[in-house]
């Protein structure tokens, strides 16, 4: 997709003029992005997507034919328009990095600019983000039940066009998939790309034999059969063996693997694996797919299914069971004649309140470097390693802990500073090993698949105070 400056909603653009007509284009906001619940009832969320963000960042401008566009809206002044014509972001970005596990209500992108640039890039920072995150979030779910098997992303043809294609396979690479089949992400990204065959491949030849027999001598040395097109136990797994005897054993090659696609995968695994091992050939994976998700994945495994590598494609890339990510873009504060002034939205749902003004995140651990709990703070506030500190729960005040012997790490990162890029960014390979270990510093109970344990997410003092303070002054105010 092309990264148009016009990729955002109406809104952004009628509010921005009106910030302009009032004489407020240089007012600075902060605005926050969070989300409140991980989603399938999960105890983490993998954040991903700051690296697309970052780079619309840097490049958005809004072209002569753009302008044009909106000049025939007949809603924005010319002096608006000429703004736009020489727009480019001048803010600040702080985030956590990509790889990061996060949690609901932590403070994961800050940005601080002008009022007019923080909404113009609402729509993209959502949607890059939201989606990233997502798929990210659910690779992470998969991978965590496979037990060390190594799991790829097939869902290229299942998902919400190219770029959800694409950016999907990037997040699940971050989260621990192993490959995909979009040969674009490889290309772009350096992601392994794989496949085997169709079935219209097998039933383009007369025989099933004849199919396997001239991939083998196409593919020597990466011969995986698809063995479900007519009858796996008597005629796939049995042709494909014969393959192995007649033509690759002979000159010195083995058959690499075959791919069960359809029927009860744990029976054929199973079954197949006892053949394959009789006919010698034990080294020869098994790969299955057919709507995987972590669920299936878990119950194949607990039956004793005999399964080298899981194929994963419909239920990853569009995360079915829950393909929306809840993330929100508030503003929390705002700069005026050099005073910081925290803002707040209250609501009758009380997960729904805001957490006002310009802050941090840390996170704490303990010797062991396991994530023992996370503190939002106000910015300048400081959490020093070792020395005691109180958390208690910002909802039940009366529940406390006192910790000392921890470490204390800001996660949170200033990227950006008046537009300009202050740290370069990492490779996806140094994402991927990060992002392995965020989620091994999570506590197992955390990490598990279903009813895992709360993590802690703290306010500090200070800002819970500051909170409350804020509920009260808003709260039954007369209009």
Avoid at 398 to 417: I, P
Wanted: glycine share 6%; with cysteine; net charge neutral.
């Amino acid at each position: 997709m092309q990264n148009s400056a016009l990729m955002m909603d109406f809104y952004a653009l009628t509010m921005a003029n009106s910030y302009f007509e009032q004489g407020r284009k240089d007012e600075i906001a902060y605005f926050d992005y969070f989300f409140r619940r991980v989603p399938d009832e999960g105890g983490y969320a993998v954040f991903a997507g700051l690296e697309q963000l970052l780079s619309y960042l840097e490049q958005l401008r809004f072209t002569a034919q753009e302008i044009d566009f909106l000049r025939h809206k007949n809603l924005f002044s010319e002096s608006f328009l000429d703004y736009l014509k020489h727009f480019q972001f001048r803010g600040d970005v702080w985030a956590v990095k990509e790889g990061t596990v996060v949690f609901p209500h932590e403070p994961l992108v800050i940005i601080r600019a002008p009022i007019i640039h923080c909404a113009l890039i609402e729509a993209f920072l959502l949607f890059t983000l939201n989606h990233q995150t997502l798929i990210a979030t659910k690779a992470a779910r998969i991978v965590s039940v496979a037990q060390g098997r190594k799991v790829f992303e097939l869902g290229a043809r299942r998902a919400h066009g190219g770029d959800a294609a694409h950016y999907g396979a990037r997040a699940a690479y971050i989260a621990g998939i192993n490959g995909t089949s979009n040969v674009y992400s490889d290309f772009m990204c350096g992601i392994p790309s794989l496949g085997t065959m169709a079935h219209a491949y097998v039933q383009s030849f007369n025989h099933e034999y004849d199919a396997f027999l001239q991939y083998a001598k196409d593919y020597l040395n990466n011969s995986i059969l698809l063995v479900d097109t007519y009858d796996t136990l008597k005629q796939g797994i049995p042709n494909a063996i014969r393959v192995h005897k007649e033509y690759l054993a002979p000159l010195g090659y083995s058959l690499k693997g075959i791919r069960i696609d359809s029927g009860d995968l744990a029976y054929l695994s199973i079954q197949a694996r006892k053949m394959l091992d009789e006919a010698g050939l034990t080294e020869t994976q098994i790969t299955v797919s057919n709507s995987l998700d972590e669920y299936s994945i878990k119950d194949l495994l607990s039956q004793g299914a005999k399964i080298d590598n899981f194929g994963v494609g419909e239920r990853l890339i569009t995360a079915k069971s829950e393909p929306v990510f809840g993330g929100v873009y508030k503003i929390v504060a705002l700069e005026k004649d050099g005073k910081l002034i925290p803002k707040i939205k209250l609501s009758e749902t009380l997960q729904k309140t805001t957490t006002p003004a310009f802050k941090n995140l840390w996170r704490l651990y303990d010797k062991n470097h396991k994530a023992i709990a996370d503190v939002i703070t106000l910015h300048d506030e400081m959490i020093k390693s070792g020395q005691p500190y109180r958390l208690f729960d910002p909802e039940y005040t009366w529940k406390t802990k006192q910790v000392t012997d921890f470490v204390a790490e800001q996660k949170l990162l200033q990227w950006f500073n008046q537009g300009k890029r202050m740290i370069d960014s990492p490779t996806l390979e140094a994402i991927r090993t990060y992002c392995q270990q965020e989620i091994q510093s999570l506590w197992e109970e955390v990490r598990r698949l279903e009813k895992p344990h709360g993590y802690y997410v703290d306010l500090s003092q200070d800002l819970w105070t500051l909170k409350q303070e804020l509920i009260k002054k808003h709260s039954g105010k007369q209009r």
